[in-house]
């Protein structure tokens, strides 16, 4: 008789729980936001244009995709936020975020640097209220780079003392007198928004090019045409750096500054420090540095000199007579830039009817 004390009593697998319909559902949700969440970061990221800072180049009512692949992404300086979101929850008032933890930002590798006349996408520097990261976008063209020394001269940019490349669509104000009353097609036939017509004794302030300028001054009905611009020596309120007395600056004539480059190493003198007073308190993460009676200190010791630890860029809109940017604000820091806006993927028209409110041709159009 054979006795097998070692036999192996049959194994019998269970079988394998099925997952309820909402676990399925919860965990393809949870991945689709994951995936979009790294796709948003990393790669590309939808933004709409709200304001008429760089008309006609860009519109309001146009859909953009910016790209984080040609700058490269930043690591997220506020960590504690619901994902896909900004500043607050969707649809509501509510912080998304939590600015308990804030960590140092770093940059990954991209395609390219900023260069002149790029359309980039950045955070808003002066806003306080939200983490450097969290702060409202803003679209601009990027005009100056590190290093640069920038200067309007009767509304034409100098970069180094030499005429910048103007953009191909950049508007001004202008003052139309016509003979008559100008019917609503006579702006919407034109691309002129009617909420941006504004009356003016006998005439009109439109933004428009110097183009389409001149060919409404050589209409029969048109009296003038006139540009509305600032003169020379006349002091603009809020026009950067702020100290009017001495600077009277205004958009069409202003500087020249310098543009901060990082490693660059500038005297602090009562006549510069305006200029660098916001960068070095509030965009250089320098914990102790307070200005005094008009001077520097840094860890309570008076600085005569200073070295930037990151680059700066001074943008503008194309709409120069309309458009928020840094002649009154001053530098954007580099850790502040989210990337750069490259294609129009729809466009929709706020003063369109239900047969022209998209506005086709804009659609899939590379900006430039």
Do not use: C
């Not at 607050?88 to 770093?106: C, E, F, R, V």
């Not at 310098?258 to 003198?269: H, L, N």
């Amino acid at each position: 008789m054979n006795v097998k004390f070692w036999d192996k009593k049959p194994e019998t697998k269970e079988p394998k729980k099925k997952k309820s319909f909402a676990r399925e559902w919860g965990d393809a949700i949870l991945f689709a936001v994951i995936a979009a969440s790294l796709i948003r970061w990393a790669t590309f990221e939808a933004y709409t244009i709200p304001t008429p800072s760089m008309e006609k180049t860009l519109l309001v009512g146009d859909f953009l995709f910016v790209s984080k692949l040609h700058y490269g992404p930043r690591t997220p300086m506020t960590p504690l936020q619901v994902p896909l979101t900004h500043q607050t929850i969707w649809g509501t008032n509510i912080p998304s975020y939590s600015d308990a933890i804030q960590l140092k930002s770093y940059r990954l590798p991209g395609f390219s640097e900023v260069k002149h006349n790029d359309v980039v996408v950045f955070n808003y520097p002066p806003e306080e209220e939200h983490p450097a990261d969290l702060r409202t976008n803003y679209i601009k063209r990027a005009i100056g780079m590190p290093g640069d020394s920038l200067e309007i001269r009767d509304t034409q940019v100098l970069i180094n003392g030499k005429p910048a490349q103007n953009p191909e669509l950049m508007q001004f104000k202008y003052v139309v007198i016509p003979t008559m009353q100008l019917s609503d097609k006579f702006f919407q036939d034109r691309d002129i928004r009617l909420s941006e017509v504004q009356m003016f004794d006998n005439g009109y302030v439109l933004d428009i090019t110097p183009e389409m300028a001149d060919e409404i001054s050589k209409l029969d009905f048109i009296k003038e045409v006139i540009m509305y611009k600032s003169t020379a020596g006349e002091a603009e309120a809020g026009v950067f750096p702020h100290v009017p007395s001495k600077y009277k600056w205004n958009k069409d004539f202003f500087g020249p500054i310098y543009i901060p480059q990082e490693g660059a190493t500038v005297a602090i003198t009562p006549e510069s420090l305006p200029f660098y007073e916001r960068v070095i308190l509030e965009y250089e993460h320098n914990e102790k540095a307070e200005v005094r009676d008009g001077k520097l200190f840094i860890d309570g010791q008076e600085v005569q000199q200073y070295t930037f630890k990151q680059d700066y860029y001074f943008m503008m809109g194309d709409n120069r007579h309309n458009s928020l940017d840094s002649r009154y604000w001053g530098y954007v820091p580099a850790d502040h830039i989210v990337g750069k806006a490259v294609m129009i993927w729809m466009s929709t028209n706020p003063e369109g009817t239900m047969f022209d409110k998209i506005r086709w041709n804009r659609i899939f159009n590379i900006i430039e």
